[in-house]
């Protein structure tokens, strides 16, 4: 009987029993709550759109803070991410915040790989958090977890629908991100415009298959919130880092010659309710499925690609360690086998290099006779020049001697007549 097997048959065996008086362990949820605000909470925002369309704003608007983020050019030659992390406190609850800026996306005239940069940002994000989990000293509860848990899309009020970067990139990080598509700079198009632009944007989304974010309905106490603010999506916000006096408030909005819009009221613009949504309600629940969907998906996928499964080739459950000997056992095989192959290798090749020097030492050897022979050959003509040379000497000298005689003898016989 498998560990599941055991594991069923208890649960199908479990008694409900009645408390005879109070115990205290209904408590629990307010030491939770109790070690969450001691821990603080982490928030992180990706903001993913073309440069000058207000993302450094609205983050300011939302969080109703400055975050002195610095104007980004339009002529980087490729997607840069850049993140900054803050810590932020409101009553005595603590978060620490990320906001990652996508700096020069879509401002190349090649945009075919823009995503790219941001995939590889949020499978690296995950990479990190896998690593930590799977070492052997871990430190999760300190951990700085880096996951992204939204991604604001920014959509250019154009009121054409959706372009193809804008398609291709969120279906790219659906499957990796809570992908929230919001229209920005609301206020440059009427209310009748905005109202088909968002049917629009609807109807691209449905057909091309992107899975976007829906707050969840599945709890009672937001159901009905949640479900009417999905019917909003994507969210028409503005957003404004100036204050206007209004009677006696001075309220965010931006001036116009023909009067004010005002980020906070509801009938201008969806500010609110993508502040409620995103802050005030879900945002536990984005943290969450960002751990239980998105990041379960990549673990799935990594333990996958290094071999980890939860069952046998027969369809039987086995266990990480029985997968880990199993792989440890064919990674040792392979070793071996790799080095028995070397090893052969090595012999091969140390024998072709004694078949190549004593070939070559045959060589030298037959060459070595050779030049012996022309040398010794070389001595006996020179010995047999020197022999023929002293015999023309010796020869020279007789005939020498010979003439000086006969010589003499003719001068003798002249003066004796």
């Not at 372009?163 to 992908?179: A, Y």
């Not at 960002?290 to 266990?319: A, I």
């Not at 090893?343 to 140390?350: G, H, I, K, L, S």
């Amino acid at each position: 009987m498998t560990e599941v097997d055991i594991l069923n048959k208890l649960e199908n065996h479990l008694r409900n029993l009645k408390l005879s008086g109070h115990v205290g362990f209904d408590s629990l949820p307010d030491q939770l709550v109790n070690k969450s605000i001691q821990n603080g909470f982490v928030f992180n925002i990706l903001c993913i759109s073309e440069t000058g369309l207000g993302k450094s704003t609205l983050m300011d608007s939302l969080f109703n803070t400055n975050f002195e983020s610095a104007p980004s050019p339009h002529t980087l030659p490729n997607v840069k991410l850049k993140a900054q992390t803050f810590e932020l406190q409101e009553s005595n609850v603590r978060l620490k915040l990320t906001i990652c800026d996508t700096v020069g996306y879509g401002d190349q005239i090649n945009k075919d790989d823009s995503f790219k940069s941001l995939v590889d940002y949020i499978d690296q994000q995950f990479e990190t958090y896998l690593q930590e989990e799977l070492k052997i000293k871990r430190s999760i509860s300190t951990y700085h977890d880096s996951r992204i848990h939204a991604c604001l899309y920014f959509i250019c009020p154009t009121g054409h629908g959706l372009k193809s970067l804008d398609l291709v990139c969120m279906k790219k990080l659906d499957t990796k991100v809570n992908v929230i598509p919001i229209i920005a700079k609301a206020d440059t198009i009427s209310k009748t415009e905005l109202q088909k632009f968002k049917a629009k944007i609807n109807e691209e989304l449905q057909a091309n298959g992107v899975q976007i974010y829906h707050f969840p309905t599945d709890d009672e106490t937001v159901a009905e919130q949640n479900n009417n603010m999905n019917s909003h999506i994507p969210f028409a916000v503005v957003g404004s880092t100036e204050f206007v006096k209004l009677g006696s408030k001075m309220i965010r909005a931006r001036s116009y010659p023909w009067g004010i819009v005002q980020v906070e009221n509801e009938a201008h613009c969806d500010f609110v309710k993508l502040r409620e949504m995103l802050i005030r309600t879900n945002m536990e629940d984005m943290r969450e499925k960002t751990h239980t969907k998105h990041y379960e998906l990549y673990r799935q996928r990594r333990l996958e690609q290094m071999g980890f499964t939860d069952v046998d080739s027969e369809n039987k459950p086995v266990s990480f360690q029985q997968t880990f000997e199993a792989k440890r056992s064919n990674h040792v095989a392979e070793l071996q086998a790799k080095e028995d192959e070397v090893r052969q290798m090595f012999v091969v090749r140390v024998k072709e290099k004694e078949a190549e020097l004593k070939e070559s030492e045959k060589e030298l050897h037959a060459k070595f006779e050779k030049l012996k022979k022309d040398h010794a050959e070389e001595k006996r003509k020179l010995e047999d020049s020197r022999k023929k040379l002293e015999e023309e000497f010796v020869e020279f000298n007789r005939r020498k001697t010979q003439f000086s005689t006969g010589h003499t003898l003719t001068l003798g016989k002249n003066k004796k007549k």
